[in-house]
Structures are given as structure tokens and as C-alpha cells.
């Protein structure tokens, strides 16, 4: 037997319980997602696993239902604006930190950052207080910022990522030859970066759909978001009908982040082929 074979024979029994360990943990996070998919197509009233029977009643349900379309339409128009805020603001300073050189850029850098480590609690305390004088307090237009705040870091680590292999002479020669700032960052910069902002826009438009506790501190009884909605069907009764909604969600959030990866696929292959 060689060597190598000797060494890879020793170290089977640690990639195998490696591998087993890496099997529970995926199961873990995973099983407590799938298990809505059957619940959701339960023909009885009541939440029960294995169902007793199976129907389409309750997608029927959320379909029909006037409270479930109006929280969904509502999370996806407040989801729409925040990406395009978060979008505008995280491309912003992603070219800004990119190229500015300054004392202290790490922490600003950091600071930008922070909605993504910072406890929803903490945020969503501060964004009431800050909101109750301005009269946002309860507003689907309040919503959408704080959640534009929360997921601008998104967008800023995708474009940034993106600029990483941004070359600033191209900028420099459009602007030898004539173009303006605005025609250089249309013309040069956007179509380089264009992967990394669409990305950062889809990461974006997930976390302001699926976001609740910011927006439990501020909504109002009058803009339900279906986080909320679904919290609160949660807590006043436990029907297949929130199975029903759950999958949904799920079946769209996967959706949409599986275009983002394909989209930053796609640009880091493109990226490798121009090298």
C-alpha cells in the first residue's frame, strides 16, 4: 500500500464523522423548514404531522382572503421601495469607501455594516424614537426606510465585492476623452458593477419581505405586513392556514436568493473568462 493511500485510510474515520456531523447540522437547520411544506397541504382544521389528510384548501384560503392579499401586497410594495432605497444608498458608499482614502475607513466601514450584527431589539427601539416625533411612526413609507437601513449592508458588501476587480484607469480614460462624472458611471462603472448591485437589490428586497420585528415596533393596525400578519395568526390560532402562508414565503425567498447567486455566478465566471 503507498503512502498516500496509508494516509488517506487514516484520515477516513475523521471525514466521516465529520461528514455525519455535517449532516446533522444541515438537518437541523433545514428539517424545521420542510416540515411546513406537507403541514401547508392538510385537508383537516387543525395542525398535525403526519396530515390526516391532504387538500388546497388553505392556499385557497390565503388567495381569498382579504386581510392575507392586502399584508402581502403591502410587504412587497414596502420590500420594493427599501430595495430601491438600500440599493441607492449601499451602491452610494460602496464606491465611496472604494475610492476614498481616509483615517478611520475601517470604522466607517464598520459602522455601515452594523444592521447586520446589531440586535433587531436595539435597532427597532432606536427607530421608534426616532420616528414617534417625525409622525413615521405607523406609515408604510417608515417602514420601508428602516428596512432600507437594515439592508443597505447587503448591497454594500455585493458592490463592493463587485469593485474588487474594478480597474479605476477605465474611469480615467473615459474622462480623458471627454465624458462627464455621470456618463463615465453609466457608461464604465455601472455595467461592471451591475451584477454585484442586482444581487445586492435581491438580498435587499429578502430581508425588508421578511423582516417582523422592526416593523412590529412601528407599524399600525391599519399597514399589517405578512410577517406580522402571520405572527399574529400564530398567536390567536394555529391553523394549516399559516402553513399555507409559510410555504410561500419560503418557495419566494428561496427563489429569489437562488437568482441572486446565479447572478453573482454568472458575473464572477464573466470575470474569470475577461482574466
Request: charged share 10%; glycine share 6%.
Amino acid at each position: 500500500m503507498s503512502a498516500r493511500a496509508l494516509r488517506l485510510s487514516a484520515g477516513l474515520p475523521a471525514r466521516v464523522a465529520l461528514g455525519a456531523v455535517a449532516l446533522l447540522v444541515a438537518l437541523f437547520l433545514v428539517f424545521p423548514v420542510v416540515i411546513v411544506i406537507p403541514l401547508s397541504f392538510s385537508g383537516s382544521e387543525f395542525l398535525s404531522f403526519p396530515p390526516e389528510s391532504w387538500s388546497l384548501r388553505w392556499y385557497a384560503d390565503f388567495f381569498t382572503t382579504a386581510r392575507w392579499l392586502e399584508s402581502a401586497w403591502l410587504s412587497i410594495w414596502i420590500a420594493v421601495v427599501a430595495a430601491i432605497l438600500a440599493t441607492v444608498l449601499g451602491t452610494a458608499a460602496a464606491l465611496g469607501l472604494a475610492r476614498a482614502k481616509f483615517p478611520g475607513r475601517a470604522v466607517v466601514t464598520a459602522f455601515l455594516l452594523s444592521p447586520l450584527v446589531v440586535p433587531a431589539i436595539i435597532v427597532s427601539i432606536g427607530v421608534y424614537f426616532f420616528y414617534a416625533p417625525l409622525g413615521l411612526v405607523g406609515s408604510p413609507i417608515g417602514i420601508a426606510i428602516a428596512h432600507a437601513t437594515l439592508a443597505s449592508p447587503f448591497v454594500l458588501v455585493n458592490v463592493t465585492a463587485a469593485l474588487a476587480g474594478f480597474d479605476p484607469r477605465l474611469e480615467q480614460a473615459a474622462k480623458n476623452l471627454g465624458a462627464s462624472g455621470w456618463s463615465t458611471f453609466r457608461l464604465v462603472t455601472f455595467p461592471i458593477i451591475k451584477p454585484g448591485v442586482m444581487a445586492g437589490a435581491v438580498f435587499a428586497f429578502i430581508a425588508s419581505f421578511d423582516e417582523m420585528i422592526v416593523a412590529l415596533f412601528i407599524t399600525s393596525p391599519g399597514n399589517v405586513t405578512l410577517p406580522i400578519r402571520m405572527w399574529e395568526s400564530m398567536r390567536n390560532e394555529i391553523s394549516p392556514a399559516i402553513a399555507a402562508v409559510s410555504t410561500l414565503v419560503i418557495l419566494l425567498s428561496v427563489s429569489l436568493f437562488f437568482v441572486a447567486a446565479r447572478i453573482q455566478a454568472r458575473a464572477v465566471a464573466r470575470s474569470g473568462g475577461d482574466r
